[in-house]
């Protein structure tokens, strides 16, 4: 019997592009002056917004009274890094595409004129190109319909805006790194995640791939089943700073053994690698380990994109050392591209770039933690819900 086909979800739409003559509005700019957005319109564009769907413009006009139009129009807040002159579009929605630190593949743009389509599609073959005529059916395509909206997804626009100020300030900024991350006066929490955070979670493991040490995605009802477990910790680090919330930046999945603790999972946003954060969470995992007077081993499954999580954990201290710390705990690895890195720890210093709001992770009782005969039980944990 034929083995079924494997159902291939649409990569999502990250952001969306809009064309303005004919398509987002009716008329264009230097012919009519009487340009008027459809109701189906700004339902479309105020529906991806809540979605978290990021939207720009790319347009063939003059940029000063284009931009005025739209402001005129009540529209000009939905759009970020427009690209409004008179190069190629192709050029223009690269461009948005790099301010707004995406892949071309996570882009999509909307024209109503056959030529501009193909001219994008030639140049950027894995930007998703839609007809003017489509626009009122994307809510209803799988690419622009993600399977939960967090609260970082509906304010994703207020945060990119602050984003590309941010950049600009940097721009400008004349001192060192250090000292222009010490002027954003950012905050970051590190909290046991709740259920209400879990998909906040989720979403950043799926979007997040090259700051995800194994490349694993855990699902909802998985993290779910471990908030419970004395022996996990979940947790998510938020970011803030003058600027405004950078909203969830890192999650961490941490299996707590009585002499190690197993790091499993250790994913952080794209957006934040320049502010450190990677290693501002693992430096504080390795101090919290050794409070606790416990080793730390780390799952690293090499990718073609997560070079730069392997160099985060290389510069903590990390390496394939053995020890005898993690007699009993490894036993259910199967992946033979899992790496198991090990770190003896020690005290490290707080963050000086940073104000760091966190918990003592040895605040929870180690009676909690199964018998090592129960948790070996079987060959695996079968208390843990541990995920393999």
């Known amino acids: 019997m034929r083995a079924p086909a494997r159902v291939v979800l649409p990569v999502p739409v990250k952001c969306l592009v809009w064309d303005l003559d004919n398509t987002l509005w009716r008329g264009t700019l230097l012919e009519d002056e009487d340009l008027v957005v459809s109701p189906i319109i700004r ?23 284009a931009w005025a139009r739209l402001a005129a129009l009540g529209m000009a807040d939905w759009f970020l890094v427009p690209e409004i002159g008179w190069g190629r579009k192709s050029d223009g929605i690269r461009r948005i595409a790099e301010r707004l630190g995406f892949a071309p593949s996570a882009v999509a ?94 979403e950043l493991t799926l979007r997040t791939s090259q700051m995800n040490a194994t490349g694993v995605h855990y699902s909802d009802a998985t993290l779910r089943a471990l908030l419970d477990d004395a022996c996990h910790e979940v947790l998510v680090a938020t970011l803030t700073d003058r600027f405004g919330p950078h909203g969830a930046v890192g999650v961490v999945l941490l299996r707590k053994h009585p002499r190690v603790w197993h790091l499993r999972l250790l994913a952080t946003s794209c957006r934040v690698v320049a ?14 380990a050794a409070r606790a007077g416990v080793h730390l081993l780390a799952d690293f499954r090499a990718t073609d994109r997560n070079r730069m999580m392997e160099i985060a954990y290389r510069f903590a201290g990390f390496d394939e050392s053995p020890c005898d710390c993690a007699d009993g705990v490894l036993e259910r690895m199967s992946d033979a591209e899992v790496q198991v890195l090990h770190l003896v720890t020690g005290a490290r210093q707080a963050p000086g770039t940073v104000r760091l709001i966190a918990p003592v992770l040895t605040e929870r009782p180690p009676s909690r933690w199964p018998s090592p005969d129960r948790a070996r039980e079987g060959g695996r944990s079968v208390t843990s819900g541990e995920p393999g």
Request: hydrophobic share 35%; net charge negative.
């Open 275 to 288: 502010f450190g954060v990677g290693t501002i969470i693992l430096n504080w995992l390795v101090d919290q």
């Open 43 to 65: 339902e479309v564009i105020v529906g991806l917004d809540a979605r978290g769907v990021l939207q720009s413009v790319c347009s063939r006009n003059d940029h000063d009274p």
């Open 109 to 202: 743009f909307i024209d109503d004129q056959p030529a501009e389509r193909a001219e994008v599609a030639h140049h950027l073959p894995d930007v998703r190109c839609y007809r003017a005529e489509d626009a009122a059916t994307l809510l209803d395509l799988p690419e622009f319909s993600p399977k939960t909206v967090t609260v970082d997804a509906r304010r994703r626009r207020t945060m990119y805006r602050a984003g590309v100020r941010r950049t600009d300030e940097r721009t400008r900024f004349t001192g060192s790194h250090d000292d222009f991350l010490r002027s954003l006066e950012m905050v970051m929490r590190i909290e046991r995640a709740t259920e209400d955070e879990l998909s906040r979670v989720e």
